[in-house]
């Protein structure tokens, strides 16, 4: 069974940094996707950050561009989001999912297996 377990996340000051993690496991396809996602109070979520195992080829939100990266470490089945010049915007719950569908890199809600989500704040 497909699992995916985050960690990383925490309280930081504005302009601080954080890395989160995303260990996956149970995996049926060599080709998939993985992507971060984020959701504030009374928002709906979003996409923040997708990455093609098979090739390496990434998507940002505008809103992150430049401050956050997106890296993964295929052979430790594992998935990392290097936040940077964090704002106070950038508090949500964020998420991590899997997907092996061929419009992973539109980076949309319809990934197929998510994780439990880890909490980030930015203090302003």
């Known amino acids: 069974e497909v699992q995916l377990v985050e960690s990383g996340g925490g309280l930081v000051q504005a302009g601080g940094s954080l890395r989160l993690s995303c260990a996956a496991s149970?995996?049926?396809?060599?080709?998939?996707?993985i992507g971060w996602f984020r959701q504030a109070p009374g928002m709906e979520r979003d996409g923040v950050s997708c990455?093609?195992?098979?090739?390496?080829?990434?998507y940002y939100a505008d809103s992150v561009k430049g401050r956050f990266t997106i890296s993964s470490d295929n052979a430790k089945n594992t998935v990392y989001l290097q936040m940077n010049s964090l704002k106070p915007e950038d508090t949500a719950v964020y998420y991590c999912a899997v997907t092996y569908g061929s419009t992973w890199y539109l980076c949309l809600l319809n990934y197929d297996n998510w994780g439990q989500g880890t909490q980030v704040t930015v203090s302003s």
């Open positions: 990455i093609s195992s098979s090739d390496g080829r990434t």
């Open positions: 149970g995996f049926t396809f060599d080709n998939y996707a």
